[in-house]
């Protein structure tokens, strides 16, 4: 059974025990919080698919901590508790976002239901593709432990279920096409063919036949019929990519066959019924380049229904030697004598720190560059930094981030060092015994982000 995970917030330590033993023997894998600022700083280890808290606690409150919570994590679930619940107390919770609103003294079997329904809406649910140890299948050639990668996960999960089109509106060589294919294995369309095109590495002529098909003999050189990948991807999934550098000439006649459902060959005087869902992907802002003049608007409404937005390297650092390792074990797998095995904490450091403009694609050439020049199982910073053309830098010094988002910062450094304190320190120019107040402060357990 797929591991679900609940963070319990409660100031009354009966409560808490109570709850957390029903809510295990329910197969659920329960955390317990004493107190709002305490449930905070285990949030992002934890990565909760639901959150049940008390509405009535010391100094931070219910409702304070799920406004919190909600500006982080709009899509993880909130159910509320209370002896002292009113009407109006109900209502307004659920206007602004809380998912559910139980009395004490609460029914088991209610509880349990409510859960069930909140884990319904997200990728927490039963779904005959998760795999026994919590993995997600649909999404596993996506590697992250980042928070703002598993609310983008989260959200993403729930939108392919629905069968709208998707624009994916990112930096380059940050994994647009692998979040397109997440969207596709986890829809109902998992089963069809997904189809990916470059709209920019295929010139004007070609692309009509390419996406519309066309008739031998339609033009010079079409010596036999071809089917296009709008009939191709009948009943699953077409990913364009680059949608932004598709001719304004073309995007009129995409735009038809997204309304009508129906495609015509080139050279055929008839159409033919298509049922496709369609992914775009962009580097560009569509927004600027319809105020420009070279992207349709009316298209752009048609494709955007929702848009998602991936994460640039440089804000999901704690990736880094998770991606690293990954790429070490494929380019070692692909060379011969190979000996990298594993990278130094020195050059991890150096990696974690490094600016990344080119995100993951440029993460994934320098790990495949030392592995080409190292000769020792273990690769040095200095390789690192020849790979990087010394365009290195350093995590921000914590004396330089702001007081409002201290405790951020610290949960980013632990999930960066895997709980590694003495690391952590040294990253934020701490000493330990200072950087442990500092955790305590913001009631942050270090093991909580250490990886078995």
Request: aromatic share 6%; with cysteine; glycine share 6%.
């Amino acid at each position: 059974m797929n591991q679900r995970r609940i963070l319990l917030v409660d100031d009354d330590p009966s409560l808490l025990k109570l709850l957390s033993l029903r809510l295990r023997a329910n197969g659920f894998q329960v955390e317990t919080a004493s107190s709002g600022q305490q449930a905070l700083g285990k949030l992002t280890a934890l990565q909760p698919h639901v959150i049940i808290t008390d509405l009535r606690m010391e100094n931070m409150d219910g409702l304070a901590l799920f406004e919190v919570v909600h500006k982080q994590f709009p899509s993880l679930p909130v159910i509320m508790l209370t002896a002292h619940g009113t009407i109006p107390d109900a209502v307004n919770a659920t206007r602004i976002g809380i998912f559910s609103y139980l009395t004490k003294p609460f029914d088991s079997e209610e509880l349990l239901q409510t859960i069930e329904s909140a884990l319904s809406l997200g990728c927490a649910s039963k779904d005959k593709r998760l795999t026994d140890d919590g993995n997600d299948d649909w999404r596993h050639q996506i590697i992250s432990q980042s928070t703002v990668m598993g609310e983008l996960l989260a959200r993403t999960w729930r939108i392919a279920q629905s069968d709208v089109s998707v624009v994916i509106q990112s930096d380059s060589g940050t994994g647009k096409e692998l979040l397109a294919r997440a969207i596709h294995n986890a829809s109902p369309r998992y089963a069809a063919p997904f189809m990916p095109i470059n709209c920019a590495a295929i010139p004007e002529a070609l692309l009509e036949s390419e996406l519309f098909g066309h008739l031998k003999g339609a033009f010079t050189g079409a010596s036999q019929n071809r089917v296009g990948l709008f009939e191709a991807a009948s009943g699953g999934t077409l990913f364009l990519d680059e949608i932004g550098d598709m001719p304004m000439e073309f995007q009129a006649k995409l735009l038809r066959v997204l309304e009508d459902g129906r495609v015509r060959p080139v050279g055929s005087s008839s159409s033919i019924p298509v049922d496709v869902r369609i992914v775009c992907a962009t580097h560009s802002n569509l927004e600027e380049a319809i105020k420009a003049g070279n992207f349709r608007e009316d298209l752009f409404y048609r494709l955007n229904v929702v848009m998602l937005e991936i994460p640039p390297l440089r804000d999901r650092r704690e990736d880094i030697p998770l991606l690293a390792s990954h790429f070490l074990q494929l380019a070692c797998g692909r060379a011969q004598n190979c000996v990298a095995r594993s990278f130094s904490p020195d050059a991890i450091e150096v990696l974690m720190t490094a600016p990344w403009p080119g995100n993951i694609r440029q993460l994934l050439n320098v790990v495949e560059q030392v592995v080409a020049l190292c000769v020792t199982p273990v690769i040095s910073a200095s390789l690192i930094q020849i790979a990087l053309r010394g365009k290195t830098g350093e995590v921000v010094p914590l004396a330089r981030a702001q007081c409002d988002f201290e405790r951020n910062y610290l949960v980013r450094i632990l999930q960066m060092t895997q709980g590694n304190v003495s690391q952590a320190a040294r990253l934020a120019h701490r000493n330990r015994t200072e950087f442990y107040k500092l955790l305590n402060r913001h009631q942050l357990e270090p093991h909580m982000f250490r990886h078995s």
